[in-house]
């Protein structure tokens, strides 16, 4: 998903690398801001990157930060346990201040929390680490979580 594989049309270029940068943005302030999801909007650069620009989807790939949650998602499918409490402990709080703030029984209030608990049972469901088979191969790019 996230190899370079470049398109040649000028005006999709620099549409996907406006709104890789743009996604790029936005999930750097969710990471900021514990009320808005980040590895979404980072993961959606790195695939805008991945179809335009080998040099920016390297850089992002490779990123300091971002860049072991980005491995870990794409050779293993999983969510640091840092990144899990983080991401329920954002979703748990922006729920309450909507709840604190809308009318009871609004149907906004129903929908944000049906998204909110279809995407806390997503997080909960990936594992928090590599498999144990490839957290032991040598050269492997796997952090502990």
């Not at 750097?28 to 790195?46: R, Y």
């Not at 072991?68 to 293993?76: A, T």
């Amino acid at each position: 998903m996230t190899e370079f594989n470049g398109t040649s049309c000028p005006s999709l270029r620099i549409a996907l690398i406006a709104f890789g940068w743009v996604s790029l943005l936005v999930g750097t302030i969710g990471a900021l801001e514990l009320v808005m999801p980040s590895m979404v909007f980072i993961l959606i650069s790195l695939w805008c990157f991945s179809k335009d620009s080998e040099r920016l989807h390297a850089w992002l790939y490779g990123h300091r930060i971002f860049g072991p949650s980005l491995r870990l998602w794409r050779e293993h499918h999983t969510i640091p346990r840092r990144a899990k409490i983080a991401t329920l402990g954002g979703i748990a709080l922006s729920v309450a201040i909507l709840v604190a703030l809308t009318p009871g029984g609004s149907t906004l209030l129903f929908v944000y929390c049906g998204i909110n608990a279809a995407a806390a049972l997503f997080i909960l469901s990936r594992p928090s680490g590599p498999p144990k088979s490839a957290a032991a191969l040598p050269g492997t790019s796997v952090q502990a979580a």
